[in-house]
């Protein structure tokens, strides 16, 4: 949640914390912010990740150059406070207010890094619950902030991250509650990469029994975040600010539980994975309306910094400002019509006891051997929305050259992969952008893509430059 002196949208974005956290602090893609799982080895939190990246993330340009007074309450990123990357004492440049979780998510018996210092908190409910606690820091922010200065708030609760420990109040809600039963529950994902292939279909009835109970507890965690917001738009419209601040309200990843028989996780290509919700309210945005155009997480940088009046121009950023959308300002002609998913798999060197038998390379797997992750779990896609097509295509980096196209407006649910059926042209197009978007920086992020009217397509270029495409072409045929 983010509050700035209502709009519904769907956001995409990559889909693990720690690479779409960084997405959203720098507004790049991962192949330029170079933080790739939730790993210090990965870039998450690392001391590259400080040196390079956190100097010119939007609230260090907030702070520097708009004069605001900027606050932070609660999971920044995975690997933050790890002593090999400066503890706890490190806090990020940008932020006047530091109330950051220590690593990853917890609810109880934890470390919150105030301002450098360690504050430890134990299993008291009403004095440790983090939800709460980021609440009431988050009341007091405003209560005691100057209102001499302009402010921008981040509350980065970990609900409904696992381990999903309910509020004491809130334990016993919804009892009846199960998984949504979709029609890609539970069924084998036979035309999809081999990862989701090796899913035991059907799922055994404990793994269905543990998904749903996971299901239950996560909205009963919810249920605290409701609390907060409620607390926070509250203080602001008893103070006056209300009408003159703007909320944001999103994720950094989304979650399946039983799609494609899939016990339970993320880091998948398709639309349960990357996709969640998006809430905007504030000055100039009318209410009950929604957006059909496309934004992601690399968007929300810009967007701040547009409300602040900073030119996005003089940043570095790949994503786009969609307050113009917001605000009936912007021509829906002139909108990106794709943008970029990317991920890069893990799995571990050795077997994991869980499911020896499909050996090393793979990770998260589950006590039936069902594994979420492996190595060539890596893929990259390009999710396209426009006026006359609502297509992903994806291509996998391992020895198959695996594609999967999904055709959404008639398939919402990604059962048909149609890269064997689909017209040649359409995938060799296909290809040329995703390379483009692997390769882009900045502006060259933002240009048409294959179902825009401005796009320029050379297939010669193709050919001259690129060996990988001949070799997709025999993969497909």
């Known amino acids: 949640m983010m509050t700035f002196t209502g709009e519904g949208k769907n956001i995409l974005l990559i889909p693990l914390c720690c690479p779409s956290r960084a997405s959203i602090l720098t507004g790049k893609y991962p192949h330029n912010h170079h933080v790739i799982n939730n790993t210090l080895e990965g870039n998450c939190s690392s001391q590259a990740w400080q040196k390079t990246q956190e100097p010119i993330t939007f609230p260090a340009l907030l702070q520097k150059y708009g004069y605001y007074q900027t606050f ?10 790890n002593k090999q990357a400066g503890g706890v004492e490190h806090v990020p440049p940008g932020w006047d207010y530091w109330f950051a979780l220590e690593r990853n998510s917890k609810y109880y018996n934890y470390t919150l890094s105030v301002n450098g210092k360690a504050e430890r908190h134990g299993q008291n409910y009403s004095e440790d619950y983090l939800t709460d606690v980021l609440a009431n820091i988050s009341i007091d922010f405003l209560q005691y902030k100057s209102n001499y200065r302009p402010f921008f708030m981040m509350v980065s609760t970990p609900a409904p991250h696992s ?61 605290s975040v409701d609390d907060l917001v409620e607390k926070v738009v509250k203080k602001l419209e008893v103070r006056g600010e209300l009408e003159n601040t703007y909320i944001i309200f999103t994720s950094d990843n989304g979650y399946h539980t039983g799609q494609f028989s899939l016990p339970m ?53 790949d994503g786009m400002s969609f307050l113009p959308v917001m605000t009936g300002k912007a021509n829906g002609s002139m909108w990106r019509t794709d943008f970029l998913v990317e991920y890069e798999g893990e799995g571990h060197n050795v077997s994991d006891p869980a499911c020896p038998i499909l050996g090393p390379g793979v990770s998260e797997c589950f006590p039936d051997c069902v594994c979420e992750d492996s190595y060539n779990n890596t893929y990259a896609c390009v999710r396209t929305l426009s006026q006359t097509a609502n297509l992903q295509y994806c291509e996998f980096d391992d020895n198959e050259v ?17 890269a064997k059926t689909i017209d040649q042209e359409v995938l060799e197009r296909m290809n040329h952008r995703l390379m483009m978007l692997q390769s ?21 270029l193709m050919f001259s430059q690129n060996p990988h495409i001949s070799r997709l072409r025999q993969t497909l045929k």
């Open 265 to 317: 996780d993320k880091r998948q290509l398709y639309e349960f994975d990357i996709r969640v919700p998006l809430l905007v309210r504030g000055p100039n945005i009318k209410p009950n309306q929604t957006s059909p155009l496309l934004v992601a997480n690399i968007d929300l940088g810009p967007t701040v910094l547009d409300m602040a009046g900073y030119d996005i121009n003089k940043t570095q950023m």
């Open 163 to 223: 381990p999903w420990t309910a509020a004491p109040q809130y334990e016993g809600q919804f009892s009846s509650l199960k998984a949504p039963r979709d029609p890609n529950f539970n069924i084998h994902g036979k035309d999809k990469h081999w990862l989701i292939r090796q899913a035991k279909t059907p799922m055994t009835n404990s793994s269905v029994e543990f998904l749903d109970n996971a299901y239950r507890k996560r909205w009963r965690t919810l249920l």
């Open 402 to 418: 695996f594609v999967e196209v999904y055709n959404l407006t008639g398939d919402p649910f990604q059962l048909t992969n149609i």
């Open 72 to 81: 932070f309450a609660g999971k920044y990123l995975n690997e933050y406070g």
């Open 440 to 460: 882009c920086s900045g502006q060259s992020c933002r240009t048409p893509g294959v179902y825009d009217s401005r796009f320029k397509f050379d297939p010669r």
